[in-house]
């Protein structure tokens, strides 16, 4: 047998419940009815490692070659959807 305090309690959960996620859900149908979405193209500047080889001396003025680590800044172009709101 259901007591009336777990009865209470669990027609409060429901009750609570259910007021959250109703303008949740009534705000999303309503943003996806007055929302589409265009592809627009933007650059992005990113910074890509390259190893190139150098020539270095050493103490004793000897050539060593080393590679080492340097970036170079590059342009890229990305293609993404935004939404748009009518």
């Known amino acids: 047998m ?3 305090n777990s ?3 669990s027609t409060l959960a429901l009750l609570t419940t259910l007021a959250v996620a109703a303008p949740a859900t009534a705000q999303a149908d ?3 009815h ?3 979405t265009r592809i627009v193209t933007v650059t992005h500047v990113v910074r890509q ?3 190139v080889t150098v020539i270095r001396y050493d103490h ?3 050539p060593r070659k080393v590679t080492v ?3 170079r800044t ?3 172009t990305v293609s993404k959807r935004i939404p748009v709101r009518h």
């Open 2 to 4: 259901i007591s009336r």
């Open 7 to 9: 009865l209470k309690r």
């Open 30 to 32: 309503h943003d996806n």
């Open 34 to 36: 007055c929302t589409t």
């Open 49 to 51: 490692p390259v190893q």
């Open 60 to 62: 004793c003025g000897r």
């Open 69 to 71: 680590t340097e970036y």
């Open 74 to 76: 590059v342009e890229v």
